[in-house]
């Protein structure tokens, strides 16, 4: 049973909100694209382990995707999460072509493609430590111990995967994609003791994405961009022109003339993907070039937005129209 669906990560949606505030020869437009291309790549490549995955038996398990967790100070972003009564498995999907090779004595990845090498981190060490993170969340959330597993999931059926023949432990750790339902199986054969009933399951669920944590502001940092550098206002719907004009009560475009009513709604959006998920009256009134602290009001009340502080530094969260409440 999917308990949380595969959206659409959030660098992709940060990027492409950059993408389209930013002047068209802006320098670092090329990088954007570049990236943008990268993560949409990976994404696709996450998509590999849906038809597997629903061969399993849908009553016995629990699937979370894209889950993102703090533990103290540290987030841990977490690909494919199943929940069985008698573990909990971690996946880790690499979209990686050609010919992989699994270096364990320095710990890294080569790949071979079309003739060029290149190197990577490994990611069986990035999903052992997401499952020594997940541990101590658990723990520290008064879960019982339950064995927690991690696989890292090819997700090209082309690529070949090789090993040193002297390695014998990476072979348990990484599979191709079709192989998943079969490993899954196995994996119920060997940790035979029941240890969460489906009520747990579903606690320990509904905790999980209770404390799924969005973080979108570093990769304007990342990419050092300059917060002035980014085109405020209203985008228009149909022309993409920035900003429409605010005039009784309706989103008025000057290039093509189109009028629009909730026109503001993906320009908050906007707001949150590229500068913060909370917003103040003066912040909505700047962003959204709208003079009018009531109109900024009626606008942001409408909308039934979690609140905290009062009159002037009230702030309005916006993760509510990026991701609906949990279940
Ligand atoms: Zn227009």
Redesign the pocket.
């Known amino acids: 049973m999917i308990l949380k669906t595969r959206e659409l990560p959030l660098n992709i949606l940060v990027l492409e909100a950059i993408e389209r505030r930013l002047e068209n020869d802006h320098p670092k437009m090329p990088r954007i694209k570049e990236l943008l291309a990268k993560y949409r790549k990976g994404h696709r490549g996450e998509h590999s382990i849906d038809y597997p995955l629903s061969i399993l038996p849908e009553k016995e398990y629990l699937i979370l995707h894209n889950i993102r967790l703090q533990f103290q100070k540290l987030h841990f972003q977490i690909d494919t999460l199943l929940i069985c009564s008698r573990f909990i498995l971690l996946l880790e999907v690499k979209n990686f072509g050609g010919t992989i090779f699994f270096d364990r004595k320095f710990n890294q990845l080569i790949q071979t493609y079309h003739g060029n090498v290149k190197s990577y981190t490994c990611p069986i060490i990035q999903v052992s430590n997401q499952e020594r993170l997940l541990r101590q969340w658990c723990g520290q959330h008064n879960f019982n111990e339950i064995p927690i597993i991690s696989l890292v999931v090819i997700s090209d059926p082309s690529s070949m995967i090789k090993i040193d023949p002297a390695d014998r432990t990476t072979f348990q750790k990484v599979i191709h994609s079709h192989y998943l339902p079969t490993k899954i199986e196995q994996q119920k054969t060997i940790t035979n003791k029941t240890v969460y009933s489906l009520k747990e399951m579903k606690k320990l669920a509904r905790t999980l994405i209770k404390h799924h944590k969005l973080n979108t502001t570093h990769i304007l940092r990342l990419l050092d961009i300059d917060p002035s550098e980014i085109k405020t206002g209203v985008q ?6 920035i900003p ?1 004009v605010r005039n009784n009560a309706l989103w008025h ?6 009028r629009a009513k909730e026109a503001h709604m993906p320009a908050l959006k906007d707001f949150f993907l590229i500068f913060n998920e909370t917003i103040t009256n003066k912040e909505a009134r700047e962003f959204l070039h709208c003079s009018s602290p009531d109109t900024i009001k009626r606008i942001l009340c409408s909308l039934h937005l979690p609140t905290s502080g009062k009159t002037k530094s009230r702030k309005y969260s916006l993760t509510p129209l990026i991701h609906p409440p949990p279940i």
Request: charged content about 15%.
């Open positions: 228009c719907p149909i022309c993409s022109y429409m475009c000057d290039e093509c003339l189109h």
